[in-house]
């Protein structure tokens, strides 16, 4: 049968968008307090526009992580491979009312040299777990073929299980103009959980991962940092940080030994409260 005007090889109007995302992109992270943050935020504001699918406030992103019994991928970053895989469902917004139906994507999260490379497919929820967790092999179209069949093959070839769940509410930016590659994301809330993998539990064991006061601002380019942007970060004395909310879920729940890449809460202590702040400062003017 010849193909259909205005159709693809898999019989699907030319105009609908293919379940399958791919991108790469530069990655520089930076851990700030959530009061600066929203100081930096502001100042973007100026020369970017807010992404369209984040509302004031921000929107919950919602990730669960499998891995090796060994942990093989969280080893893979610790050691730092110039090559390293990882793989998740992702859940944007609110876990209430999560069901088989709601659409999540399957991510495979790659790193090459420097380049952060991901590969997607958005799915029904029970569909992801049918792929990931039962194994199976899900309908999938011609395109979506070869990552369906790579999902399968590192999920029973490494045997890889639900691992860890990290969730965060995030602020994201986009450049305009000569800066459209551009993106900066704010995440704060950094939470977790080492059981209770399915997105709909009803009460959660969540902790926080991350000090509540400390947020991960997140800088993204396809190909080079504008000047501004570095100038910024230099002016507000920003310093990169290897920060990984999946190593950071692992070593916060005892799953494998705190490295030296832990973010720990005796390194980025609370502010202190208003009235002690006040007295120190009286106390430096008498001296």
Known sequence: MSQAAGADEDGRPLHVASRLHAFNRFELKYLVPVEQAAEIRDELGERMDRDLNSPVGGYGVWSLYYDT?????YWEKIEGLK???????????????????SPVC?????????VTQKR???LPYGVARRLCDG????????????????????VVRLNLQPTAITGYQRE??????????LRVTFDRRVRGR???????????ENRFTIPPHMSVMEIKVNERTPHWITDLAARRNLNLARISKYVQSIEAFGLAPR??????????????PIEQQRQTLLKAGAQ
């Open 135 to 154: 194994r199976e092999t899900v309908d999938h179209s011609v395109k979506e073929s070869a990552f369906i069949q790579e999902v399968l093959e590192l």
């Open 259 to 272: 490295s030296v890449f832990h973010i720990n809460e005796a390194d980025c202590p609370p502010p202190a």
């Open 172 to 181: 994201a930016l986009v450049g305009r103009d000569a800066d459209t590659g």
């Open 69 to 73: 019994p060994q942990l093989r991928f």
């Open 120 to 122: 997607r497919i958005t």
């Open 106 to 114: 399957v991510e495979i999260k790659q790193r090459v040299n420097r």
């Open 83 to 101: 090559f390293r895989r990882k793989l998740r469902i992702r859940h944007y917004g609110d876990l209430d009312g999560v069901t088989d139906d």
């Open 194 to 204: 080492d059981r209770d993998f399915h997105f709909g539990t009803p009460t959660p």
